[in-house]
């Protein structure tokens, strides 16, 4: 792991949300969870695909790499062609359905225009 990734905590913290949800929990601490934080498991599974999304940006960013591993909101497909980093976020292209994406700060995916 590269001192740099290492040391942004913020990059750590979403990396560490994406590796529980990716080992996995029981259904008994999801459950705790959603009470400890009054959340629905929707709201749950999206705080945990937001983590991914971020762990993934920002591990691609500061390694300079051109592909993130983010699922594409139109086809699903789990790889997608950065093109553009602004103000406002990330702007990608999926490789598999051609379709615009966008990323913002905050790990929120959406189709562009
Ligand atoms: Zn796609």
């Not at 969870?33 to 500061?62: I, Q, Y």
């Amino acid at each position: 792991m590269s001192d740099v990734i290492w040391r942004d905590t913020y990059l750590q913290l979403s990396r560490l949300i994406a590796e529980i949800n990716a080992v996995g929990l029981t259904s008994d601490q999801i459950q705790g969870l959603c009470e400890s934080m009054d959340l629905h498991p929707d709201d749950l599974n999206e705080l945990f695909e937001r983590a991914n999304t971020l762990w993934e940006v920002g591990k691609s960013n500061t390694l300079g790499e051109s592909q993130v591993h983010v699922n594409c909101p139109n086809c699903d497909e789990g790889v997608l062609d950065q093109t553009a980093v602004n103000d406002d976020g990330y702007e990608l292209t999926c490789p598999n359905c051609g379709a615009y994406v966008l990323i913002d700060d905050n790990g929120f995916v959406t189709l562009g225009e």
